[in-house]
């Protein structure tokens, strides 16, 4: 059975960094795309940066420059390094797993992703 979870998540103020984790179980995942998405307090969830083999990641415009994905095969874990922390970062991330080694790291719909763990908060204080 497929287990995702997530942990890093806190409170910050703004300017401030979280690392978070997602530590998945369950079966080999190195060969296909993992991402985060984050779901803030009355809006869709929305794609956060995906990652796919070591160096191929993708991030939405919003995150560029100030969170980094990353990846250790070798422990089925995904990191999302998250610095600069803005208030409108807060959200609850999740951590996802490509539905087959199909998905590309552009890969942001929802959709595309069928293993979700159970989401960390993350709040920014202005």
């Known amino acids: 059975q497929v287990q995702l979870v997530e942990s890093g998540g806190g409170l910050v103020q703004a300017g401030g960094s979280l690392r978070l984790s997602c530590a998945a179980s369950?079966?080999?995942?190195?060969?296909?795309?993992m991402a985060w998405f984050r779901r803030a307090p009355g809006q869709e969830r929305e794609f956060v940066a995906a990652?796919?083999?070591?160096?191929?990641?993708y991030y939405t415009d919003s995150v560029k420059g100030r969170f980094t994905i990353s990846r250790d095969n070798a422990k089925n874990t995904v990191f999302l390094q998250m610095n600069n922390l803005k208030p409108e970062d807060t959200a609850v991330y999740y951590c996802a797993v490509g539905a087959s080694t199909n998905v590309e790291v552009t890969s942001t719909k929802s959709s595309q992703y069928n293993y979700w763990g159970q989401g960390t908060q993350v709040t920014v204080s202005s």
């Open positions: 990652i796919r083999w070591f160096s191929n990641t």
């Open positions: 369950g079966g080999t995942f190195s060969h296909y795309a």
